[in-house]
């Protein structure tokens, strides 16, 4: 069978959920091409070899586009099978799947051995996937299986399956390293790999997708397999990792290990990785090792300084927390990149402007991409979220275009307030401003906003250019991260 996998966005890396599926439908004896339109435009010559398509869907955005470049397959080639992979492939179900869908079937979460046996029924090797399903994981007529209902908010979940992968991601024919984001560490780039040492997550954090469809599980990647990977991707001439896990320390001994044999075989390469709160101060044990072994920086979920949203999250840390994460890493030499939810149903004014104002508190105005001073709460279907807020009658219609129920802040000038710091941050990042100056504006119009500082906006552009200048060269990666 000739199959098309397709990525239309993963957070700037080269795609690994190609090359991880690539690896099994190959082993299965099926022809694979993989095709990522961040980096490449859509060609005719592709599609015309595909006797099937399917698109990885493991992030919001990943999932809109592809569902803009599925409805384009389906007009080009009305025959074709589709199929729909990963996180969000059962978001919006009744919009995507089924006869009058844009796909045939939807595989969210753990999606190798489904792909195989799409595509070996697909090439008349085996019996259709629901005859071959584990107890569990039976279909319905839409293609649908029983656990992506539940990750569409049905009552079931992913079965991980503990089966052991054929054998590390398949690279070859992806786009070069080069081509994607790099690590930043002063005037120096780094090429970065990506990899995973586990899938899912262990907490449940009401507005993330991932307990959704994991329910507070992990499936660890076998160490040998995650190592060979990387291994793959330094010859290819990666100098920096990036541990894309929901949370590196979800298993905290699996991690070590394969850090430690990473950094004895690769002692020059260097990493990060993304750790909850909680757990950066639950193992603050294992950071000098961590750091010894290269870790650069950490990405957090911070989300907001209100620690009541905090608790209605779930997010099992508070403020007082998270500045103390970001103490304990730099003691150890490491940085620490948060990521924000500052707009959600529950924001006020004086909650994003206690947001900024942490930020320049605690020195992180060069650790934070502008953009995450913008992100609004998604509320897909089947978000953790929706017998939180439908009770309280915050939730609007859903709109199956952006993939998110509707929904509006009880005081329409925190609403007003994120359009205008898009339009800020949009304008700015397009015109090419260092970030302290947009981290300024952003400050300027959030206290303005909020009622402090009313003529603060010249004192707040140089003192955040000012602040700014002392974390010139901390590392980050060269794609800001948005979902």
Request: hydrophobic share 45%; aromatic share 6%; glycine share 8%.
């Amino acid at each position: 069978m000739r199959v098309l996998l397709v990525s239309t966005y993963e957070l700037g890396h080269q795609p690994l959920h190609l090359a991880a599926p690539a690896a099994a439908l190959a082993a299965a004896g099926h022809e694979v091409h993989t095709l990522d339109t961040s980096v490449d435009p859509w060609a005719r010559e592709p599609l015309d070899w595909a006797e099937a398509v399917a698109f990885s869907v493991p992030m919001h955005t990943a999932m809109r586009l592809a569902l803009r470049a599925a409805a384009a397959v389906r007009a080009a080639r009305p025959e074709l099978p589709i199929c729909l992979y990963g996180l969000y492939a059962a978001v919006s179900r009744d919009l995507t799947v089924g006869p009058d869908g844009l796909a045939d079937r939807a595989i969210a979460g753990e999606y190798e051995a489904e792909l195989v046996a799409w595509a070996d029924h697909l090439a008349g090797w085996g019996p259709p996937p629901e005859a071959t399903a584990r107890a569990g994981r039976t279909t319905d007529p839409t293609g649908t299986t029983a656990a992506d209902r539940g990750a569409a908010g049905h009552g079931a979940v992913v079965d991980l399956g503990r089966r052991r992968p054929a054998g590390p991601p398949a690279r070859y024919g992806l786009p070069p390293l080069e081509r994607y984001a790099h690590l930043a560490l002063g005037p120096e780039e780094r090429t970065v790999g990506y990899v995973e040492a586990s899938r899912g997550c262990l907490h449940r954090c009401r507005h993330c997708p991932v307990p959704v469809v994991y329910d507070g599980r992990i499936r660890i990647v076998p160490e040998d397999l995650v190592l060979a990977d990387v291994e793959a991707l330094e010859r290819s001439g990666a100098r920096h990792i990036t541990f894309g896990d929901p949370d590196f320390l979800n298993g905290p001994q699996h991690s070590l290990r394969v850090v430690a044999a990473m950094h004895e075989q690769f002692p020059e390469l260097t990493f990060d990785c993304t750790v909850k709160v909680e757990h950066i101060l639950r193992h603050r044990n294992l950071w000098p090792e961590l750091a010894a072994a290269g870790c650069l920086f950490v990405v957090s979920a911070f989300e907001t300084v209100n620690d009541d949203t905090l608790v209605v999250l779930d997010k099992g840390h508070t403020t007082a927390d998270a500045a103390a994460a970001v103490a304990l890493l730099r003691r150890h030499g490491i940085e620490i990149r948060p990521s924000f939810l500052p707009f959600t149903p529950w924001t006020t004014l004086d909650d994003v402007a206690d947001l900024v104002d942490f930020v320049a508190a605690l020195d992180l105005v060069a650790n934070v991409d502008p953009i995450q001073y913008t992100i609004r709460l998604l509320v897909p279907q089947g978000s953790l979220l929706e017998p939180v807020l439908a009770p309280e009658g915050r939730l609007g219609a859903y709109d199956p275009e952006r993939l998110t129920w509707a929904w509006a802040s009880d005081d329409p000038a925190v609403d007003a307030l994120q359009t205008r710091l898009a339009a800020i941050v949009e304008g700015a990042q397009t015109a090419g401003e260092p970030i302290g100056r947009i981290y300024g504006r952003v400050r300027a119009a959030v206290h303005a906003a909020a009622g402090r500082h009313p003529s603060g906006d010249l004192l707040d552009l140089t003192t955040a250019e000012s602040s700014c200048s002392t974390g010139e060269g901390r590392p980050r990666l060269t794609e800001p991260w948005f979902c």
